[in-house]
């Protein structure tokens, strides 16, 4: 044997424990923690060794012991790597250097699924043949929170061929903060499910601004620009530029710190309504314009979004007589900025994006929405979504293409979401319930779903599951009339009323149907 051991471990099956130990002629006091639950008879796994700055942590199957060792000697000093194995019942079958192709073939995959399924074993086990009750505590809980979240993230990102890295600070940061991932997980979808492109704008981030972990504003703008940002964001005056999300952080962040820069709400508001500032189309010198050319009186949070129907001049044909459907002669091959929108004028689309930009520059949520030959705008006030420059209504309004959405294209799901973040605990844990509903016994998912629905009603992705639970044959007819028939006569209620206060709010702001969404 060696005298000199920097780093031993020694999972012992019998004992349901590791041990964690160092030698220096004899050997020292041991660290013993938990036997990691991947650890079963005739499966593979891989354990991983990762040296930070002061200590080693180590990884089963992508998930770290409970317990870190610290270095005992300096890491310096090692000259090799010993595997023993037999004694305790495990066989090691090889080495493999970190940093090389093999290490990421042959270790990540192996890691990553057997997180994966660890987690939804942990869950089913927990949820299993389980009360409601039980199901609630167990995901309203900061474990059950965690492995929930942490098995919904690696689902998506599993579905699309690709890995999670584990052994990142950062990214063990991230996947083990409780408030950290309910946000990144409860902000709204990302298109594509490019979650793996999310993270690591998020990963990069805090790597740059470790204020992150400190600040609630900075978090929230950090999440909104990695869930945005996961599909490139291009400029509007130049297309082909692409706006850099840490451009986009840094410059809201440093806005932030001066008084009055922006408005209130974009220090009120959720990730998710912060979205819809940081997914921008406007540089960071067009929004500086924009707050230098605000028009007296608009330059408040309730008029903000109606700024550019003074802004703006309605124009089929610019003054030298070129058309709006040729965009590049209509603003004399000039970068379309707002200023250049502004000076030379545009119709609805221009209209819209202008109101969007002008709300952006001020910290204010806004995005365009298309309409049947339109363009309008909708922008947050006074705590909700308001629709400007309408023609058709809320019902005919969808998302801009350009802009992520949440659950549906329809614009009306910016208004359902914004309930659901107004009650932002209550969201959550409906979200928590729907996701461990689908490792739940079949029979039991309706009753599962139907309280998530209870806890937030907006979670629009709950009655999605719903219709698909109450196909179960053991399933009831009375049991589903009597838990969801007074719901869905509220529901149909309110989208009565919605119905009618969008009829009442149509305006005329473009006389024509048929101008492009330019």
């Known amino acids: 044997e060696n005298e000199n051991v920097m780093l031993h471990v020694n999972p012992r099956p019998n004992k349901k424990q590791t041990v964690l130990n160092s030698k220096t002629g004899s050997w020292k006091a041991a ?146 903060n409780r408030e950290v991932l309910e946000m990144f997980m409860t902000s709204g979808d990302v298109q594509g499910n490019k979650y793996t492109d999310a993270l690591r704008i998020l990963e990069n981030l805090i790597k740059k601004d470790p204020q992150i972990k400190e600040d609630p ?64 189309w406007q540089t960071e010198e067009e929004r500086s314009w924009a707050r230098e050319n605000t028009p007296a009186g608009f330059d408040n949070p309730s008029k903000i979004g109606d700024a550019t129907h003074r802004m703006m001049k309605y124009k089929l044909y610019n003054d030298d007589g070129f058309r709006v459907f040729n965009r590049a002669n209509y603003y004399y091959y000039l970068p379309v900025t707002l200023e250049a929108m502004h000076e030379v004028g545009g119709v609805c689309g221009a209209i819209s994006k202008v109101a969007a ?50 659950w549906m294209k329809p614009a009306y799901y910016f208004r359902v979401m914004n309930d659901a973040q107004k009650n932002l605990e209550g969201y959550r844990l409906s979200e928590k319930m729907r996701i461990a509903s689908k490792i739940a016994e079949p029979q039991d998912r309706f009753s599962i779903l139907e309280d998530a629905s209870t806890e937030c009603p907006y979670n629009f992705a709950v009655w999605m599951d719903l219709e698909t639970a109450m196909e179960h044959p053991s399933l009831q007819k009375e049991t589903v009339q009597e838990a969801l028939l007074p719901s869905l006569l509220a529901h149909r209620e309110r989208e009565k009323k919605v119905s009618d206060i969008a009829k009442k709010e149509k305006s005329t702001d473009c006389d024509s149907a048929l101008i492009p969404l330019l």
Not at 65 to 90: E, V
Not at 125 to 152: C, D, H, M, P
Not at 224 to 244: D, Q, Y
């Open 31 to 176: 660290l013993k923690c938990e036997l990691p639950s991947s650890l079963q008879d005739g499966k593979k796994f891989v354990m991983r060794i990762v040296l930070m700055d002061e200590f080693y942590s180590i990884y089963f199957n992508g998930r770290s012991l409970s317990k870190t060792f610290p270095y005992r000697q300096s890491f310096s000093l090692a000259t090799d790597i010993t595997l023993w194995g037999g004694t305790n019942g495990f066989t090691w079958n090889k080495i493999v250097l970190p940093g090389s192709e093999k290490a990421r073939e042959y270790t990540e995959p192996i890691e990553f699924k057997s997180k994966v399924d660890g987690l939804r074993d942990e869950i089913q086990a927990r949820v299993g043949r389980k009360s409601v009750q039980e199901i609630k505590s167990y995901a309203n809980s900061t474990e059950g929170s965690l492995a929930i979240f942490q098995w919904w993230l690696m689902r998506k990102v599993q579905g699309k061929g690709e890995v999670l890295s584990f052994g990142d600070e950062t990214l063990d940061w991230i996947l083990s």
């Open 217 to 280: 504003l900075r978090l929230r703008l950090a999440v909104a620009t990695a869930l945005t940002h996961s599909t490139p964001v291009s400029s509007m005056a130049v297309s082909r530029n692409k706006i850099k999300p840490l451009s986009v952080y840094q410059e809201y962040v440093t806005l932030s710190q001066e008084e009055g820069a922006l408005f209130k709400p974009f220090f009120e508001v959720t990730a998710w309504h912060l979205r819809y500032v940081v997914g921008s």
């Open 357 to 406: 930009g002008m709300c952006h520059s001020y910290g204010v949520p806004a995005t365009p929405v298309g309409q049947p030959g339109h363009c309008a705008y909708i922008w947050y006030r006074n705590g909700g979504w308001v629709l400007g420059n309408d023609v058709s209504g809320w019902g005919s309004s969808s998302t801009h293409s350009g802009i992520q959405y949440t």
